[in-house]
């Protein structure tokens, strides 16, 4: 759920994602520092946003007046 509220409110701005808990679907595996390095190269401007960032799927639900973000899949039923 940390992952997807942040994406809510981020926009566009890049996010770097780590799996640090044992239910995490949407963020890759990656080493930490490693991770916190090139996120460092770009928030600094030493690297390109196009070199340094892919984007993902993010779905928006919209249903009965709220607004929902999924990272992942989405399910609908008629519950």
Known sequence: G??????MRCGDVP???????????????????TAGFATGL???????????TLANKRIVVEACGRCEVALVDVCVTRH
């Open 2 to 7: 940390t992952h997807r509220a942040v994406a």
């Open 15 to 33: 996010i770097t994602t780590l799996s640090t808990g044992t239910n995490n679907a949407f963020p890759d595996l990656r080493e930490a520092t």
């Open 42 to 52: 770009l928030a600094s401007g030493r690297v390109s946003r196009a070199e340094a």
